[in-house]
């Protein structure tokens, strides 16, 4: 569920090999995501205590991702790679947010494989492990988080 604010995310992605290797390639993400309209939210019980019958506000925190990874194809359907995922997200705003317990710095190392199935069709599986993690407030932070996926190119 969104938070039904209007937002400009803004990026680049850049994919190419390594200098003086033929096998090993590289690729960096860099992406911007922020607020420009934010969510007038219902006005309910909650806010009419908090507020004295004033509606509420809600502003995600703007947040920048970072991604840098490299990978091995030397193989002939198999692709190891290697990433760091960084993401910084800013505190939530506005009258109906919980500004103590939003936004933090995350770093994750993420181990991976690609599978050629064919030309069109690769298999995946990713695990990112938690290098860093500061969070304001009380959070849920994983201790891993593993992904398996399928992408076909048409």
Known sequence: MGTGSTDVIIGAYKFGFIPATEDWGYFANIQYQATVKPTDVPVTIATLNAQNGVGSSYRPGNAANLNLGVNYQGF???VPTLQLNMLNKKVDSGTAA???????VLAYITPGALYNVTDTTQLYVNVQLPIYQNVNGFQLVPSFVASVGMRVHF
């Open 76 to 78: 002939e359907k198999l």
């Open 98 to 104: 919980d500004t103590l317990s939003t936004g933090g």
